[in-house]
């Protein structure tokens, strides 16, 4: 582990279903990020990215091993501090971008303020989101990566220490996924967010502090960057 790790994964292992059915997804996961690192998490479909983020998330329970952040571990916080964990730690960007369809922009992500003490400011991050001028639009008044920004901001608004994206470009076209890789590499500037992004595009793990390549439930290989590539310069 490294020495000043705000998140640490340790020994975690998770598997599904029962007998000859059980599946074994995660295999003894070991890492650590450090705070305001962009780290993404590279692998093919079942290596396990998305049950590792549902771990870190909170959302779904490790079998053994730990996860920590700034060293208090998850598996001794009770229901209500999981939640509260959830809350005051994180915020979550999916594929999906889970709109409230009768809410307009700003509404969007005001309901992600009212889980926050202490909010960023809305009018603030719309201008950083590229949002203000379509503030008043309803979800279905926007194209795909206006309702991915909408979606980036109702996590961000929140404040959180981590930004958890589950392939947040997976629904969308070349140069708009480049808009979105943009705006997180902004917003992580700009905010200092841990940001731990799942992805199988390799090309995107050249913009990142910290790249973590899983296979079969267990990492594989870990490199820093010493010299990122901008989001505007990938191509794939």
């Not at 998850?74 to 971008?97: C, N, P, S």
Request: net charge negative; glycine share 10%; hydrophobic share 35%.
């Amino acid at each position: 582990m490294i020495k000043d790790a705000f998140l640490q994964v340790s020994g975690v292992y998770k598997a599904y279903g029962e007998g000859e059915s059980r599946q074994e997804v995660l295999r003894g996961m070991d890492f650590s990020v450090r705070k305001g690192e962009f780290c993404v998490l590279l692998g093919p479909s079942g290596s396990g990215k998305s049950t590792l983020l549902n771990i870190i998330g909170g959302i779904d329970q490790a079998d053994r091993g730990y996860i920590a952040i700034n060293g208090d571990k998850l598996e001794d916080l009770d229901e209500k501090g999981l939640t509260r964990y959830r809350r005051k730690h994180l915020g979550y960007v999916f594929q999906l971008y889970n709109l409230i369809p009768n809410l307009n922009v700003k509404e969007n992500i005001e309901v992600g303020a009212y889980l926050s003490e202490h909010p960023l400011d809305i009018d603030e991050l719309l201008q950083t989101l590229g949002l203000y001028e379509h503030r008043h639009k309803l979800p279905n008044q926007l194209s795909g990566g206006q309702q991915q920004r909408t979606s980036i901001g109702r996590a961000l608004v929140k404040n959180p220490d981590i930004l958890l994206c589950d392939e947040p470009t997976g629904a969308l076209d070349y140069n708009t996924s480049k808009e979105i890789l943009k705006l997180m590499e902004d917003v992580n500037q700009k905010y200092g967010n841990t940001v731990i992004m799942v992805t199988h595009n390799e090309v995107i793990a050249k913009m990142a502090d910290h790249a973590i390549r899983l296979r079969d439930g267990v990492v594989r290989s870990e490199s820093y960057n010493e010299q990122k590539l901008n989001a505007a310069e990938l191509e794939w």
